[in-house]
């Protein structure tokens, strides 16, 4: 019967190295050779007990840290250099394998983030865009009206003003006809329940004169506080429609 071990893997002697000085919190521009080389070492011989193949570039990498290790071990001959008149040795050995771990690290970090963004990815589901005209006429009746209040009415009031400005005529005749608050109610309810549709907020205010439009902006007011019209607005901004809420009324015939 085999037996499998499986242990953690590697992607090549450099992933090995950096987990080691991730694990053993090691200073990457400060690697102690010696330390690192044994643990290294300790990994080779524990993967040759495992009989698993090793490849060659994790021997290469032995031997590499084998040869740094020995030239830090080396004793500087400085003071026999000065006098020989020769430039003192500053390189230091570890210098270009610390220079591939930093590389390698950065493409590693970046490799993990875009793994990282791949696995997001995955989670999300798309589809190609679907014909849903057919489904437009209930779409439209689900769809329930925005809230109206006051702020709004007085926006729509603003807009009317503006717009009867500007459509006003440069010569009309002025006659003073006094109407009630009460009496323009009468009037607006006749109205929405006669044509029993929708009418435009607009449409209520069919005089230039501006007494007229206070008087009915106040009576749709009222109306709204005694919940006798419904008020309707299919989105911000948009216009606002008024009708006869049938129940209230009908109650109030009764």
Do not use: C, W
Request: no cysteine.
């Amino acid at each position: 019967m085999q037996y499998n071990v499986k242990i953690e893997a590697f992607e090549g002697p450099l992933d090995l190295l950096l987990h080691l000085i991730n694990r053993y919190e090691i200073d990457i521009y400060d690697i102690p050779v010696a330390e690192i080389t044994e643990q290294y070492m300790a990994y080779i011989h524990a993967m040759q007990e495992l009989e698993l193949d090793i490849a060659s570039e994790y021997l290469v990498m032995a031997a590499t840290l084998l040869a740094i290790k020995s030239k830090m071990l080396l004793p500087k001959h400085e003071e026999e250099r000065l006098d020989e008149g020769m430039e003192p040795i500053d390189e230091d050995p570890r210098e270009e394998l610390m220079q591939r771990l930093l590389e390698y690290k950065k493409f590693k970090e970046a490799a993990h983030e875009l793994k990282k963004r791949e696995e997001e990815r995955a989670l999300l589901f798309t589809k190609p865009p679907s014909d849903l005209s057919a489904y437009a006429t209930a779409v439209e009746v689900e769809k329930r009206p925005l809230d109206v209040n006051v702020y709004d009415m007085l926006g729509a009031l603003s807009k009317l003003l503006r717009r009867k400005k500007l459509q006003k005529p440069l010569h009309t005749k002025i006659t003073r006809q006094e109407i009630s608050i009460e009496k323009r109610m009468d009037e607006i309810l006749s109205e929405l329940r006669r044509t029993r549709k929708r009418k435009n907020f607009y449409d209520l205010f069919p005089h230039y004169d501006r007494e007229h439009i206070v008087v009915t902006f106040l009576a749709i007011l009222e109306l709204m506080k005694k919940n006798l019209i419904i008020i309707e607005q299919e989105r911000n901004f948009a216009d606002i429609f008024i009708s006869s809420n049938e129940r209230m009324t009908q109650n109030g015939d009764e």
